[in-house]
């Protein structure tokens, strides 16, 4: 019986890794890029860059240069030209040009219509905080499986001007070819949050039609500062898609994302969603999951719309059970550990071919990752007396 549970459990998170399949959820077409995110193809990837170009990231990391993209496959070449290509990362992961870094490259910005896989536009991080390799690709599918959209993760082998970087994780940029994945109207603004940001401070827009405009963002504000908690929760639920942010927050808490928005204001971006008028939280930077073993299964938050929502009794009722649903339902452990073998031997097949030194030791720092998960996942069940 146990082993018709797993398999129905399996093909059930495989429709939500390739569709999105949740309640409210717009399918317009099939994901692209399904050879890199579900099959898990690694593809080897040249960075080719002028001497101008290199100079000008090296003085403004942050700024689009022209360059050019070469993916080497068993058949053959592939180039790209007219690429837009400029340095990524935050205060822990940023590398300089010189070192190891990271990239956010946009295939379609200089050259529109031109595609990667089909992918407009993707980052190549460099994973410095997590040498697993598989912190964002498993916990975006995890969000995915919860219902919350995520942008995919995969992996790639870049060199830049023929010095060897190694393996990155390859991860779907937040555009509107992404968004539409999910929402029927997609020219809502993204906002992206980090260092300690909020929804009551003004907000770097990365997408959107009206880039200037903050106004849903004070609305959610006000609606989290409400004193009275009856008066709040129907404000939530006129400027929030609660039920997403509820699966948002306990995914946080279920992988220990103590460097995301619920548990650090930090790693995450807000998409005004104008079919519904309401803002939705999307996850980032997953790199640091599975490691803190004290964060419970009820945190205090520090997020102002976290805390704002779980002070709601009613919420927070829905909090605990969504959690507990999840660890039931979704987050099978042997599910998981499964899916971690499975994407680690991938990893570990394509480091023994172009990184042998480094492919033996990438086997005990992928089975540290597995038992955090497990204990993450026991540990939890027993808290909530699962």
Known sequence: MIHLVLFVCLVLAAVHALFGAE????????????????QGEIPRVRLELSEAAMDQLRKSPRKYVAGAVVETMEKGERRYTNVAIRLKGGPGSFRPLDDRPAFTINFD?????????ELKKLHLNNS?????????????????????????????????????????????????????????????????????????QRMHTNLGD????????????????????????????????????????AVEVIVAHWDGYSLNR????????RGTDRMVFLPQGLDQ???????????????????????????????RAREAELLTNTFQAELWVKRLREVAGQVQRELADSEPSTAESYINRAAAYRR?????FAALRTELGL
């Open 289 to 319: 999951t599975f490691q803190r073993k004290e964060i419970a299964a009820m945190p205090a938050m520090k997020g102002l719309v976290a805390k704002a929502v779980l002070e709601v009794p009613e919420f927070a009722q829905r909090f």
């Open 109 to 117: 910005r200089l050259a529109p219509g031109q595609t990667f896989h």
């Open 210 to 249: 009206a880039p200037k405009d903050q106004s849903r963002l004070a609305a959610l504000a006000a609606a989290a500062q409400l004193s009275d908690l009856k008066a709040r929760r129907v404000a939530l639920e006129k400027t929030l898609d609660v039920e997403r942010f509820l699966s948002f927050m």
């Open 23 to 38: 309640a409210g959820t717009v399918v317009t077409k099939p994901a692209p890029a399904l050879d890199l995110f579900v």
């Open 372 to 376: 955090r998960l497990q204990q993450r």
């Open 266 to 273: 930090n790693n995450f971006r807000i998409f005004h969603d």
């Open 128 to 200: 410095i905080q997590d040498s697993s390799f598989l912190s964002e690709k498993l916990c975006r599918e995890m969000f995915e499986a919860a219902g919350v959209p995520a942008p995919r993760a995969g992996h790639a082998l870049v060199s830049l001007n023929g010095r060897r970087l190694g393996l990155h994780v390859l991860i779907e940029g937040v555009n509107k070819q992404f968004l539409k994945r999910y929402f029927a109207e997609t020219g809502g603004n993204v906002y992206d949050g980090h260092s300690q940001q909020d929804v009551n």
